[in-house]
């Protein structure tokens, strides 16, 4: 049987309903701009919105003594992969397809860790990716669009920081940031490129 850390239990489950809301507001928003693009300024307001909830539910960055920055970070994180994942949906495949293989790392990871509600939401999350993949792989019959792709990136980045190592306090920050590395570094490559292009 899985051990459960003393208090983790009951903190996640505080924050699942701010976190759900939260996917289900930027899946909704998405929805909308597939339908009719909406402003940018529109869409990175309710991802701001999102990801302070979600830092508020527990689902948030800790490095810090000082709690605004913490939330700087966490904004950062999550809006920044909510947005990694968005721009990844433009090839067959490959959102669907990195989504899932993150997704199962990180299931594994709370199987391993002792974090069974963590290693549930992942599974779940890796078999909806995965299960769209059979429709998306090329030649792809339909794509995530931003309803998808910004719900699925939300969810990544609250599970990945959600995950804690006792044993390896130190680098456990890390841990997301290499599952979700390739994510980062193409969208670290499209903001280089179009700044150098104008």
């Known amino acids: 049987m899985l051990a ?47 990801a302070v909830a979600a830092h508020l539910g527990g689902f948030g960055v800790s490095v810090t003594s ?41 299931a594994a990871m709370g199987i391993i860790g002792g974090m069974p509600l963590l290693a549930v939401a992942a599974a779940a999350l890796a078999g909806a990716s995965l299960g769209f993949l059979a429709h998306n792989r090329h030649p792809a019959k339909i794509f995530m669009g931003d309803a998808g792709s910004t719900f699925v990136g939300f969810l990544l980045a609250l599970i990945g920081v959600r995950l804690r190592f006792d044993n390896l306090v130190e680098v456990t920050f890390l841990i997301p940031v290499v599952v979700l590395g390739i994510p980062i570094l193409d969208t670290t490559l499209v903001i280089v490129s179009r700044k150098l292009n104008g």
Do not use: K
């Not at 693009?37 to 990175?44: A, Y």
């Open 4 to 50: 459960i850390p003393e208090g983790r239990p009951a903190l996640i489950l505080a924050g699942f309903p701010l976190a759900i809301m939260g996917a289900l507001a930027l899946g909704l928003v998405g929805l909308l701009d597939d339908l009719r693009p909406l402003s940018r300024m529109v869409r990175l307001l309710v991802q701001i919105g999102a």
């Open 66 to 106: 000082l709690e605004p920055i913490n939330l700087l970070l966490s904004v950062l994180w999550i809006v920044g992969i909510t947005n990694a994942f968005n721009l990844l949906d433009n090839m067959d495949g490959l959102t669907s397809g990195l989504a899932g293989i993150a997704a199962l790392t990180f």
